[in-house]
């Protein structure tokens, strides 16, 4: 489903990650009611739908398993809630709404690009926190895929690495390398650090919002390849 920017969403992030989970749909419009129509028709358990807006919800209690505001607030540690709403300034509301009520980052499913182009192309880019947000979040839903992360290196005979690291990615490659025969050889967290004396396969990039910028400084270093770390968390 596409977004008013044209972005493109996958929801099968969602559903591969909803399954076996107590799922409450946060908003209630058109992208909130083809999520649920899409759950319900693969057999995940929808418990319910809030929105803002008690108009649409009271429109809607006939023919959805509408949840109150006051339920909600009182089982909200049961619940793993998916901000079904296409458009950043309202994710983030919601979002910040949601943690006010306690909800913790891990039981938010929130909606994030299937394609890097789309993604990097419009204006949501502007966002650097949610940029963040959107590769920690398809990361996750990698690991939890059972993708191992190694296998994009092995593939591609990069056994040894140097990890330009931020601390929003800090050591988040590590795990996944483990048990396998790729080695991070060195860290740098900025491009004074850089030097391409060291033996190494290739440079992968834990910085996508300014990965633009740190791959055309790189590229007048060295010709080995450059990897951004959406490329390796979506392959």
């Not at 306690?102 to 204006?123: C, E, H, M």
């Not at 491009?191 to 440079?203: G, K, N, Q």
Request: net charge negative.
């Amino acid at each position: 489903m596409k977004d008013l920017n044209g972005i493109e969403y996958d929801i099968d992030d969602f559903i591969s990650y909803a399954d076996g989970k107590k799922i409450v749909i946060f908003g209630a419009g058109k992208y909130g009611k083809h999520i649920y129509e899409t759950l319900m028709n693969k057999d995940i358990n929808v418990f319910g739908i809030y929105d803002n807006s008690k108009e649409i919800l009271d429109s809607l209690k006939d023919t959805y398993p509408v949840i109150s505001l006051e339920n909600l607030k009182k089982h909200v540690d049961e619940y793993y809630f998916m901000i079904a709403v296409a458009k950043i300034e309202i994710v983030k509301i919601i979002r910040s709404q949601l943690c006010q009520y306690g909800v913790g980052p891990d039981k938010l499913i929130i909606p994030l690009p299937d394609i890097k182009t789309g993604y990097f192309d419009s204006l949501i880019m502007f966002d650097s926190e949610y940029c963040v947000q959107a590769v920690k979040e398809h990361w996750k839903r990698a690991r939890y895929s059972g993708t191992q992360i190694a296998d994009y290196f092995e593939m591609n005979d990069l056994y040894s690495l140097i990890v330009f690291e931020t601390d929003e990615l800090k050591g988040q490659l590590d795990q996944d390398l483990l048990n396998s025969r790729v080695v991070i050889k060195k860290k740098i967290t900025t491009l004074e650090e850089f030097t391409d004396r060291e033996e190494y396969d290739a440079v992968v990039v834990l910085d996508e919002k300014n990965y633009e910028m740190i791959e055309e400084s790189l590229m007048q270093r060295t010709e080995k390849p450059i990897i951004s770390i959406w490329d390796v968390v979506r392959f």
